[in-house]
Nanobody, 116 residues
Framework: QVQVVESGGGLVQPGGSLRLSCAAS????????MRWYRQAPGKERELVAT????????TYADSVKGRFTISRDNAKNTVYLQMNSLKPEDTAVYYC?????????WGQGTQVTVSS
């Protein structure tokens, strides 16, 4: 079955960096775009970044442009989110997402907390 599993979250000081990973299985990874979302307490889940099948096209939310980079390794069935210059407002649970044959698949999420 389709699974996506996030890892790499944690506590980091403002201005710091983290790299999130999402390991995917159960589908042909290189045939699907992949996305990272996040959800802060009391807020709706928001789209952070999208990457195309081969990784050649990426899009970002305005709030993270220039600070976050999404990438993928199709040989490892893994998508990454490199987060630099982190701010307290980046604090959220980060989710990996795949839409496979019309169904949304989500991981359990990984907590990112930016605080001094």
């Amino acid at each position: 079955q389709v699974q996506v599993v996030e890892s790499g979250g944690g506590l980091v000081q403002p201005g710091g960096s983290l790299r999130l990973s999402c390991a995917a299985s159960g589908f042909t990874f290189n045939r699907y775009a992949m996305r990272w979302y996040r959800q802060a307490p009391g807020k709706e889940r928001e789209l952070v970044a999208t990457i195309s099948l081969g990784g050649g096209a990426t899009t970002y939310a305005d709030s993270v442009k220039g600070r976050f980079t999404i990438s993928r390794d199709n040989a490892k069935n893994t998508v990454y989110l490199q987060m630099n210059s982190l701010k307290p407002e980046d604090t959220a649970v980060y989710y990996c997402n795949a839409v496979v044959r019309g169904y949304n698949y989500w991981g359990q999420g990984t907590q990112v907390t930016v605080s001094s």
